[in-house]
């Protein structure tokens, strides 16, 4: 019944790993074709690859996990999935309905262990509940503000000795949950007025737009109004980077030009973001000037962190629609901001060339310049995958993404090991597509033993290790707050990569300097089909900036070692 | 400020553990809780007192709101409400104590349901502050044990609270 299920709603691929609570299923999946499982090494890589494939996709990627043990392993990747809002199915055997509450092997409460992590969970009661409960969970997982359920399955609730009617449910309703899609009329009204009269307006579009799939209403609202716009980490790619409106990222380690104009702006327009703490630094110097329109689909992220002087409850396409529906039938015109462009183009000039200064020939490669590089060789248009760290912000910062849904990264929780898997997840989907990770030694030997995977299961992915023997982040706060002194933020005993890679088949590459980076690149990417792992030694003093100085506005900023604003 | 915020909950197993969560992963606080079914057993009526500004409490009822199982809520306290508690006490009732004891019930409007010689078990309806004067009234005779319901409470006139 369950997997009839996952066939009749499309499912194509499910990660997972089998175990006695399970086994009844797996049995139903090998007794059929329709829907392929991968197997995993670690369950967490279930959740991360499922979660990679959401992320690509914008649909949810199921994950099947044995009860107890499989089940904990899948809370880091339930909260990874949680706290970016992606849509995610977890499927979980568990115990015999009669062993429930007596700590039978391989018992745990998942249901209530994830609670603080889901968007719903369930727990099957009867069999013939099967398709109902998982049509909703599909249902709940994919729309609104998605997230991840979880549907807890004990062991006698899919008995094969049990036959049961089977009946494919269309549609769900549940009278507890109904999204909202259209914004408020009266105050998309009140927010286009704000909007045309302001002098210093700017966008800032998040991960709600990707999700929403509103890129082409934001694109086009920005272009009618000449707004500069700003992306969240989680929103790279909903505006085109290569396009002159785009300021790219803000917060911590976002760019000087985003973070000035955001500080100095007088109207904030939030599309689908959540003000998250990252972003805002500290909140009570966070835009003085600015009034606020706060467009998300869930109210609770309206004025959670920052008030909201509009705040829009819709979905983001539906209510940028409708702005763009009012302002085509405006008479008045809009400010100009002449001014205000001029002002982003001075702060833009002041960093220009100033960022990073590249490596000369025999020094370490810096880890900015590999990025750019890789940019360069896949034309910017990679899905590209990150781990946690460093790595992960020169990444933002040096590959331009132009389409949404191309940057995958954990954002929210920040998980380090999330990469390899997730890659794995959207390689085995778009194959003809390069599919970059950027990640680690620190971050890839979380999740490294699913090279094991990519084995069995042909998945090609590329990787680059931006190698600097130390966890690069916890080093940069270390350097910058606790006099350098290093705890535990250094790798010793680091294995040899080369070997490691080739142990399980795979082709590995090392660099050491400039003049190797570009062969080994173009080799690496020469085609699409082989997994090459790309050991690259890059300088690990190199600290990521800007980086905004803890308790300070948005504007308040370490440019380098040196600078600060 | 104090606010009663009333729900209709999904009758099902595990909601109200999702309530109770919501409360202590957001750093909200519960004072007091209520929780029975309603005419429709599918659903459940619960009640929490909670403290907050204007901010915290705008943000309770959205998290809240945003509950699968939470299918519809109010916050009484903004506006005209009736709010009730019922209570327990075991209170010492011996010598000349065991008049004083009763006329306090009596002034109160408070029924006594169960006598021993030496004790007077009282049980008073009202609203949280009418609880308070009463225990603290009773308090020095002698007061052995406590059992409130915590608040219910339902909004007056014509609004009502269904699906």
């Known amino acids: 019944m369950l997997a009839r299920f996952l066939k009749d709603e499309g499912v194509e691929y499910i990660y997972g790993y089998p175990g006695g609570a399970a086994l009844h299923i797996y049995d139903a999946l090998f007794r059929q074709d329709d829907v392929k499982h991968i197997l995993v090494r670690h369950e967490q890589a279930a959740t991360h690859m499922a979660d990679g494939y959401a992320r690509a996709s914008g649909k949810p990627g199921v994950v099947l996990v044995t009860s107890g043990p499989g089940a904990t392993n899948a809370v880091t990747g339930i909260a990874t999935a949680y706290m970016d809002s992606i849509p995610m199915v977890v499927l979980c055997g568990q115990v015999a309905s009669h062993l429930i509450g007596e700590d039978a092997f391989q018992e745990t409460d998942i249901v209530g262990v994830t609670r603080p992590i889901v968007k719903h969970s369930f727990s099957i009661r009867h069999p013939s509940d099967i398709p109902t409960v998982l049509k909703k969970a599909f249902y709940i997982a994919s729309s609104g503000r998605p997230g991840p359920v979880v549907v807890d399955i004990p062991k006698d609730m899919t008995a094969p000795t049990e036959r049961y009617e089977y009946v494919y449910p269309r549609k769900v309703k549940l009278r507890s949950y109904n999204p909202v899609s259209r914004g408020h009329t009266g105050q998309i009204r009140k927010a286009v007025e704000l909007i045309m009269s302001a002098r210093r307006p700017v966008i800032f579009a998040g991960g709600g737009v990707i999700t929403g799939r509103a890129s082409e209403a934001l694109t086009a609202l920005a272009h009618r109004l000449n707004i500069p716009v700003i992306t969240s980490l989680m929103g790279l790619g909903a505006f085109p980077q290569n396009d002159p409106q785009s300021l790219g990222w803000p917060g911590m380690h976002g760019s000087y030009e985003s973070n000035m104009a955001m500080h100095n702006s007088d109207l904030v327009l939030g599309v689908g973001v959540r003000f998250d703490d990252r972003v805002t630094n500290n909140v009570t110097r966070f835009c003085p000037d600015a009034r606020i329109v706060h467009i998300d689909v869930d109210p609770s992220s309206i004025s959670k962190t920052v008030h909201a002087d509009v705040p829009i409850v819709g979905a983001a396409d539906n209510v940028l629609n409708e702005m763009l529906n009012q302002i085509g039938q405006r008479t008045e015109a809009q400010e ?94 778009y194959p ?59 790798m ?74 | 400020m104090r ?24 750093n909200f606080n519960i004072e007091t809780l209520n929780v029975a079914p309603t005419e429709d057993p599918t659903m459940s009526r619960l009640t929490v007192t909670t403290n907050g500004d204007e901010r915290i409490i705008e943000q309770i ?100 609270l269904s699906i």
């Open chain 1, 492 to 565: 010793e005993s680091l294995p040899d990569f080369e070997k490691l890679i080739e142990a399980y088949g795979f082709k590995a590459i090392t660099v050491r300097t400039p003049e190797e980076l570009e062969p080994a690149l173009e080799e690496a990417f020469r085609s699409k089909d082989e997994l090459v792992f790309l050991d690259i030694h890059v300088d690990p003093r190199e600290h990521v900036y800007p980086m905004q100085v803890p308790q300070g506005a948005m504007c308040d900023m370490l440019l380098s070692k040196t600078e600060r604003t």
């Open chain 2, 61 to 160: 009822t959205k998290h809240l709101n945003r509950l699968i199982d939470v299918i519809k809520l109010v916050d009484l306290t903004e506006g005209a409400h009736i709010e009730r508690e019922l209570m327990l006490v075991k209170v010492k009732a011996q010598g000349s104590a065991r008049d004083e004891v009763k006329r306090t019930a009596d002034i109160f409007r408070a029924q006594i349901v169960d006598v021993t010689p030496s004790i007077y078990t009282v049980q008073i309806t009202g609203d949280a502050n009418k609880m308070d004067a009463f225990l603290q009234a009773v308090t020095p005779l002698g007061v052995l044990e406590v059992a409130r319901t915590g608040v219910s409470g339902i909004a007056r006139g014509d609004k009502v």
């Open chain 1, 336 to 429: 100009p901001l002449d001014e205000w462009w001029e002002t982003i183009n001075a702060w833009r000039e002041e960093r220009r060339g100033k960022l990073y200064e590249p490596a000369a020939a025999g020094e370490p490669l810096k880890p900015q310049q590999v990025v750019e590089a890789v940019h360069r060789v896949t034309h910017g248009d990679a899905y590209v995958v990150t781990d946690v760290g460093q790595h992960q912000m020169f990444a933002a910062q040096y590959y331009k993404f132009n389409q949404p849904n191309r940057w995958i990264s954990s954002s929210g929780l920040g998980t380090m090991g999330f990469g390899l898997p997730a890659a794995m997840g959207i390689k085995l989907n």
């Open chain 1, 432 to 490: 003809d597509e390069h599919v970059v990770l950027f990640t680690g030694e620190g971050s890839f030997q979380m999740m490294m033993q699913e090279l094991s995977t990519c084995k069995q299961f042909g998945i090609p992915v590329k990787i680059v290790n931006l190698n600097n023997a130390s966890l690069g982040m916890v080093r940069q706060w270390q350097d910058l707050n606790y006099k350098s002194r290093h705890a535990h933020s250094y």
């Open chain 2, 3 to 26: 606010h009663i915020i009333s729900m209709l909950l999904e009758n099902e197993p595990g909601a109200l553990s999702r309530v109770i969560g919501l409360f202590s992963q957001r």
